[in-house]
């Protein structure tokens, strides 16, 4: 059933990931400060987190179906967001062995995880010359932003799901 | 076995890789059409945005409506100041069109470039990610879109068809403009003819356009409007892009580089409609003769 809720979840974070930036503000969101939403690569590191145990990896799995959407809807160039998305998330697994789930090695976590995800997104970008920005400007005007655009998200979102994904992954195991 | 779990993870990150190029390269190229699965994920996802779309569009339209109607007062009595002026201009324009039209006939010259039917279109979802500069619109090929068709608001031209679903379809705004995409254009002049130009890119510092190939005999002033010429093949004439602004040498001296600001806002745009141009283009003609033939 919670395998349902998830994959729910995410196909409405990614619709409304293309309505947040055609609704809100147009002064908040177009200023000179370029910030990426990346909602459902932040609600998979805390499935990640909090869902998946050291041997499942479903994540993952989402991520490469959910990455691979995104780049059908929004970018246009397939296999970016895929790859980008199912890579961070197995780091992000994989690096989770060695912390306590609390609220603050998850936020480590997803910071880790978004500018991670970002960097390597602008690094595959700028080899297929889609952006020929240079690492400094892009580090101030993107990089910052997005970072601290998607970790208010965060904050909000934690409290929200946390809870009901540790209920999935206790139902999960008890089977 | 340590060493063949090391070596599968091996083979995974080379397949991924592999995979990786292979996609970007399949997608990247100049495609004429979206293969069927992506045209099928698109049109699935566009209906739920369309589903999201309709209440969260009405909240944000009744917010809008309340903030209109303290400035309803004044906004009327500047209206109402205009409207004297445009009768006058009203009656001129009838006057020139039928005399157009008169002319048109003596010539046996039925379509012009400057003819389109719109079709009108609600956008429903902007690209997330903001390397792209595109937004997704609720009609497509079903109801007559195709790719490379300019796409307009009521101020000016925001951007084209960069690829079409059966029902929804994607738009490259200006601001996302790069050297494959050229819009062939006309500086227009008080007493002088037009000079041409081509739209070959934008400037993201500035938000402006580069118009670029401009004669160096040929003196732009700031404030001449930019129409599209129609020259180009799938644009129709006379559509509004925007001002010059600022005009200078191109970087080997033989041309001139003109900087213009466009007319509609490329970040607050609700509704809009794809202009489909109603003489055809050589590649329709030649569609025509060899399916007659």
């Known amino acids: 059933m919670s395998r349902y809720f998830i994959a729910l979840l995410c196909l409405f974070f990614l619709i409304m990931q293309g309505m947040a930036m ?14 990426t939403p990346h909602w459902i690569l932040i609600f998979l590191l805390i499935i990640a987190i909090f869902y998946d145990s050291d041997d499942t990896y479903h994540a993952v799995w989402y991520g490469l179906v959910f990455g691979l959407l995104i780049d059908v809807v929004y970018t246009g160039v397939l296999g970016v967001y895929m790859i980008t998305y199912t890579l961070i998330i197995y780091t992000v697994h994989g690096l989770n062995k060695w912390l306590h789930a609390n609220f603050f090695a998850a936020s480590l976590l997803a910071i880790i995880g978004v500018a991670l995800a970002d960097t390597m997104l602008y690094i595959i970008y700028s080899f297929v010359q889609i952006t020929t920005m240079s690492w400094g400007e892009y580090a101030l005007l993107r990089l910052l932003p997005t970072l601290a655009a998607n970790m208010i998200f965060f904050i909000i979102l934690y409290p929200l799901v946390k809870e009901k994904v540790h209920d999935w992954a206790e139902e999960v195991s008890s089977l | 076995m340590p060493s063949l779990f090391r070596r599968k993870r091996l083979m995974v990150v080379l397949v991924g890789f592999i995979v990786l190029v292979a996609l970007i390269g399949f997608s990247i190229r100049d495609r004429d059409s979206l293969s069927t699965p992506e045209k099928f994920l698109q049109d699935s996802i566009g209906w739920v945005q369309t589903v999201f779309h309709k209440p969260v569009s009405l909240v944000d339209n009744t917010i809008e409506n309340v903030k209109d109607m303290f400035g309803v007062y004044e906004q009327n009595e500047v209206l109402k100041a205009r409207l004297s002026e445009y009768k006058g201009v009203i009656q001129e324009n009838q006057r020139l069109k ?7 006939n003596t010539m046996d010259k039925t379509d012009s470039l400057s003819d389109y039917s719109p079709i009108q279109a609600t956008v429903i979802a902007r690209s997330s990610d903001r390397w792209f500069e595109q937004m997704t619109i609720n009609k497509g090929e079903e109801h007559g879109v195709e790719k490379d068709m300019a796409v307009m608001t009521s101020d000016g031209l925001v951007g084209k068809v960069k690829s079409v679903g059966a029902f929804h379809s994607t738009v490259q705004l200006l601001s996302g403009f790069d050297r494959s995409n050229k819009i062939s254009a006309w500086v227009v002049r008080e007493g002088e003819d037009e000079a041409f130009g081509l739209i070959e890119g934008y400037d993201d510092e500035s938000g402006r356009l580069l118009l670029e190939g401009i004669k160096l005999d040929e003196e732009l002033s700031p404030g001449d409007t930019v129409i599209s010429s129609g020259l180009g093949g799938v644009f129709p004439s006379n559509l509004r892009i925007g001002t010059v ?5 191109d970087q080997f001296g033989l041309t001139q580089t003109a900087y213009v600001e466009p007319f509609a806002d490329m970040f607050d745009i609700s509704h809009v409609m794809v202009v489909d141009r109603t003489a055809e283009t050589i590649e329709s003609e030649m569609d025509q003769e060899e399916d007659a033939s």
């Open chain 2, 98 to 104: 039928s005399e157009i039209e008169e002319l048109k």
């Open chain 1, 22 to 35: 055609s609704l809100l503000p147009a002064n908040l969101v177009y200023s000179d400060l370029l910030m």
């Open chain 2, 245 to 249: 602004e600022e005009v200078v040498n």
